[in-house]
């Protein structure tokens, strides 16, 4: 298995990430980067994040890069600072897992996640030990900046109609779980001229109340209270806030798969042009794509794969299902924090969320997954045999069959051994007929 997964290197902190595994992937970026430049290095909340950000700021420095600390940050905050500040990027985090783990993820110059490619040079310098090691007088040198998070907050401002949304004296309910978000979302939200209730505002490593991941059975309080105080809107973040998920004015939660296609709506109702979202996304966004008449491509999963297309096309919106959303005119990664400051200029422009949601096509979906020993062999019999078949087959990521009435995808996972089954359709029984269509296929093969 690859030692960097979908989203940078992760595990139990002191167990498997150590500080010695934070000085070597440091080390071996800086070995990458030639020892020359500038990497900006912050991390999220979690109580292991300070021994592991110092260890990765002695690799680095080892490495003869000048380091700039720039603290308690979200990862788009990051990702903001190194387009403009820096050579690369080093984020302390493990983003939604749960509080005993942590992880490193790895952040190139534009400010996007570092490409596939990089990360393989990265990791055979890692198991090679072969690493820069700068002479004495050479060693690098530690800066601080504590400005990331006020320069973040405010490049969001300018890329809203943040005096249509100041105007407006909006009441949004937070629920930042203690993470990195902490530190940003109810400020931003405040200089947006709302009223800002927090809850789990304070950043806490041990993660008292909640479980870094935003699911609704976590965040009952948070619904509650958007219900009780008449706001406009809640807001919730993972634990390093990239992804957000939001509560309607009757604090209804809003499936990620609507959010995705609700932002999708409005985007393009303003500005049309192409939109990029992964195989796994709902077919929503191929129907809000046909109602613009907009051009939508499909992706491989992971919001890099989606960053990067969308750079390429000049894509106007792009996101996943999972409440990661992308706005190239602010950045290309997912962006919690903007994602709200979208939805608020949503609602000043006189829409409800309830409304938009309601008016987003409905789908119904069905999962599951099969252990399987020979991954790339069973992957390889499947697909020669859906392409022999006669319908239209993606082979983008895994592979997605598509029927007259939906879908089902059949994609390895990139860390254990099984194969998952994904259907979508407009009814349930039909999308649990195409996923065990989909198991009968895999198990015929297997
Ligand atoms: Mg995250």
Same mark, same amino acid.
């Given at each position: ?8 290197? =992760? ?64 990862? #788009? ?65 530690? =800066? ?41 979302? #109810? ?82 109702? =303003? ?140 994609? #390895?996972?990139?860390?254990? #051994? ?29």
């Amino acid at each position: 298995m690859a030692f960097f997964g979908t989203n940078g290197v =992760r595990g139990i902190a002191n167990e498997y990430i150590t500080p010695q595994l934070a000085i070597d992937v440091a080390r071996s970026l800086g070995t990458y980067m030639g020892s020359k430049g500038t990497v900006a290095i912050g991390r999220d909340t979690r109580a292991s994040g300070e021994m592991l950000k110092s260890a990765a700021i002695a690799g680095a420095l080892s490495a003869g890069l000048t380091v700039i600390d720039v603290g308690i940050c979200p990862t #788009p905050s990051v990702q903001y600072y190194v387009k403009e500040h820096s050579d690369a990027g080093i984020v302390v985090t493990a983003s939604h897992n749960p509080r005993e783990y942590n992880g490193i993820k790895l952040i190139a110059g534009d400010g996007s996640e570092m490409s596939r490619e990089a990360e393989r040079e990265i990791e055979k310098l890692y198991y090679s030990k072969e690493f820069n090691a700068a002479s004495w007088e050479k060693t690098g040198d530690l =800066r601080h900046d504590s400005n990331a998070n006020e320069f973040y907050i405010n490049g969001i401002i300018n890329s809203v109609d943040h005096e249509l949304i100041r105007e407006k004296k909006f009441k949004v309910v937070v629920d930042t779980g203690c993470g990195a978000g902490s530190v940003t979302l #109810p400020f931003l939200i405040r200089k947006l001229g709302c009223e800002v209730i927090t809850i789990n505002g304070q950043t806490d490593g041990t993660f008292p109340w909640r479980n870094p991941e935003p699911t609704p059975d976590v965040l009952t309080e948070l619904a509650d209270i958007v219900k009780k105080s008449g706001a406009n809107m809640g807001v919730a973040q993972d634990g390093d806030a990239d992804r957000a998920v939001f509560f309607d004015e009757n604090g209804n939660f809003i499936e990620e798969e609507i959010q995705l296609a609700m932002m999708a709506k409005y985007v393009l109702a =303003r500005n049309k042009g192409p939109i990029v979202t992964p195989v796994s996304s709902s077919s929503r966004m191929l129907d809000v794509a046909k109602e613009a008449d907009v051009e939508l491509t499909w992706t491989a999963v992971g919001s890099i794969n989606v960053a990067r297309k969308m750079m390429e096309i000049g894509a106007v919106f792009g996101g996943e299902g999972n409440g990661g959303l992308i706005f190239p005119e602010h950045q290309y990664c997912r962006d919690g924090a903007m994602a709200c400051a979208k939805f608020l200029e949503i609602i000043a422009n006189g829409q409800k969320l309830s409304e938009l949601a309601a008016s987003v096509p409905a789908y119904f979906n069905s999962k599951t997954k099969i252990r399987i020993d020979d991954l790339p062999g069973t992957m390889e019999h499947v697909k020669k045999e859906v392409l022999e078949g006669e319908n239209k087959v993606d082979t983008t990521d895994g592979v997605k069959i598509w029927y007259e009435d939906g879908w089902v995808l059949i994609r #390895p996972s990139g860390t254990e #051994p099984i194969i998952r089954i994904f259907a979508e359709s407009k009814s349930k029984e039909r999308a649990d007929t195409l996923m065990n269509e989909g198991v009968d296929l895999v198990n015929r093969i297997k």
